[in-house]
């Protein structure tokens, strides 16, 4: 599965710093499935998040990275 990407676009850097007049939301946590024994994969996960933020004309940035039951980053399982 290909991994889909987006840019965001920040308005002119002053002093090295990112200026942007919106407001957001901070996102730390974890997802994972809700029955037993499923699994989400990363790239299917980030396809359907990019699909979700597009859809309400938002953008993220940050990182993301495929975790086990106690959070601990391993290897994509879905590359």
Do not use: C
Not at 15 to 41: A, M, R, Y
């Amino acid at each position: 599965m290909r991994r889909k990407e987006f840019i965001m676009n920040y308005s002119k850097p002053k002093n090295d710093e990112l200026i942007s007049e919106e407001k957001g939301v901070k996102l730390d946590g974890f997802v994972l499935p809700l029955k037993d024994g499923e699994q989400i994969g990363h790239n299917e996960f980030l396809n359907k998040f990019v699909d979700f933020l597009e859809a309400e004309g938002w953008s993220y940035t940050g990182m993301s990275v495929q975790i086990d039951a106690n959070g601990d980053s391993i290897e994509d399982i879905d590359e």
